[in-house]
């Protein structure tokens, strides 16, 4: 049994880390085997607050070690990692993609750069934008930043498309083979939009921004769980970016139609598989090379 190693946090209800994340792989044809870096209630944005707790990094290092004994390692086809509980979690996650490449050279890791949003509610700990900057971006076969994360890693300023090229290409020089920059909101006010840059090329999509009395949390790790998994299917870095931002969409726009706030996911679960609207993926006329 083959499968993808995802790290990240957890919701009992609703749909944030692991719990928007899972479940969609696990759709597109994915055994899945999580760990939580933290389990909460609900995700921080509820004005009721949350219950629950950060796990240690020694869970992680040992809940990794029971998989080894087991020979699952060696069957892993992908590491995904979202929001870290802390600096320590870090430097597990450094050490289980060093273990899981050793016992499978072929598999890849996929990082959610997960720096927070004090004005969304999401708060890291001390210690973890640094870690994610210096120690998981740059062994990372994919980052899937936001603006703002991509901009920390290529230490510069964002305010055009040129911009982000340019930060996509810094990024690509210090490791990553992809960035999937899940959210570059510098560029249009009525659109959402999504990049992708990999050394072949920088591809630009774009859909109508859907209107929410309260943003829907999770989003972000529904694009990260949704591209990784078309990756292993096979796809290119681009059909898989055009099947991630359609499937992402159709998510959505359920979500939007039963007037929810928490993501639909498994109500709208045929999205993830055949998207029902399509939206062009433009090629930017740029090329991006290695050093």
């Known amino acids: 049994?083959?499968?993808?190693?995802?790290?990240?946090?957890?919701?009992?209800?609703?749909?944030?880390?692991?719990?928007?994340?899972?479940?969609?792989?696990?759709?597109?044809?994915?055994?899945?085997?999580?760990?939580?870096?933290?389990?909460?209630?609900?995700?921080?944005?509820?004005?009721?607050?949350?219950?629950?707790?950060?796990?240690?990094?020694?869970?992680i290092d040992e809940l990794v070690q029971g998989l080894n004994n087991i020979d699952a390692l060696s069957r892993c086809e992908a590491i995904l990692t979202g929001y870290q509980g802390s600096a320590e979690q870090c430097e597990a996650v450094v050490r289980t993609v060093e273990k899981v490449k050793a016992h499978n050279p072929s598999a890849i890791y996929v990082c959610d750069p997960v720096m927070g949003a004090p004005d969304k509610g999401c708060i890291v700990a001390p210690g973890i934008t640094e870690h994610l900057v210096n120690n998981l971006m740059p062994i990372a076969d994919v980052i899937v930043p936001n603006q703002f994360e991509l901009s920390q890693f290529a230490q510069m300023e964002i305010n055009t498309l040129s911009d982000a090229v340019t930060a996509c290409h810094i990024a690509l020089e210090k490791g990553p083979k992809a960035v999937l920059v899940k959210h570059l909101y510098c560029i249009s006010d009525d659109k959402f939009s999504m990049m992708l840059a990999t050394?072949?090329?920088?591809?630009?999509?774009?859909?109508?921004?859907?209107?929410?009395?309260?943003?829907?949390?999770?989003?972000?790790?529904?694009?990260?769980?949704?591209?990784?998994?078309?990756?292993?299917?096979?796809?290119?870095?681009?059909?898989?970016?055009?099947?991630?931002?359609?499937?992402?969409?159709?998510?959505l726009k359920c979500t939007q139609q039963?007037?929810?706030?928490?993501?639909?996911?498994?109500?709208?679960?045929?999205?993830?598989?055949?998207?029902?609207?399509?939206?062009?993926?433009?090629?930017?006329?740029?090329?991006?090379?290695?050093?």
């Open 199 to 251: 050394r072949e090329g920088c591809f630009l999509a774009q859909r109508p921004h859907l209107p929410f009395e309260l943003q829907p949390v999770g989003v972000g790790d529904l694009i990260s769980a949704v591209f990784t998994a078309g990756l292993l299917k096979g796809n290119s870095p681009r059909e898989a970016f055009q099947h991630c931002h359609d499937a992402c969409y159709g998510v």
């Open 1 to 59: 049994m083959r499968g993808i190693l995802s790290i990240q946090s957890h919701v009992t209800y609703g749909h944030a880390g692991n719990s928007s994340a899972v479940f969609p792989m696990q759709r597109m044809g994915f055994e899945v085997w999580p760990i939580h870096t933290v389990q909460f209630s609900n995700h921080t944005q509820y004005k009721q607050g949350w219950t629950g707790r950060a796990f240690s990094a020694s869970d």
């Open 258 to 291: 039963q007037n929810e706030w928490e993501l639909q996911t498994v109500l709208a679960q045929d999205e993830l598989v055949e998207p029902s609207e399509t939206f062009p993926v433009e090629t930017l006329d740029v090329q991006l090379t290695s050093a």
